[in-house]
């Protein structure tokens, strides 16, 4: 998934509420031979054999994910603004944190 966050030299961290999630191309599978299943990259999957055969260029927007648990998941009533991005921000932020006093803002 891009999420767009950015950090600045004082540390402020910035998330931009529009990002994307990024697909494989292929369904996971601990057993699979096949390295891309494991990939989400770009510049990678562009060059498997499955690209693009499920979403236009393997990327899918906070609300074309919401349109698919909506669909497929609709017991759950999952939200992706309300469930999935507060989390990533938690995520982001400790993240942050975790590294903050080895970070030498003035080296970056």
């Known amino acids: 998934m891009r999420v767009w966050a950015v950090v ?10 529009h ?10 599978n601990l057993k699979a ?3 891309y299943v494991h990939l989400t990259n770009q510049c990678l999957q562009v060059k498997g054999e ?11 927007s906070y609300d ?13 009533k999952l939200n992706v603004e ?3 991005l507060p989390r990533i921000k938690d995520i982001i932020i400790d993240t942050f944190l975790s590294v903050k006093k080895k970070m030498n803002a003035n080296n970056r």
């Open 33 to 35: 031979k096949d390295t």
């Open 50 to 60: 499955g690209y693009a055969q499920h979403e236009e260029g393997n990327t899918l």
């Open 82 to 84: 309300e469930l999935l």
């Open 8 to 17: 600045t030299d004082d540390y402020r961290i910035y998330f931009y509420k």
């Open 64 to 76: 074309d994910l919401q349109r698919y648990l909506d669909e497929h998941y609709p017991q759950h």
């Open 19 to 28: 990002g994307y999630l990024r697909t494989s191309s292929a369904e996971y």
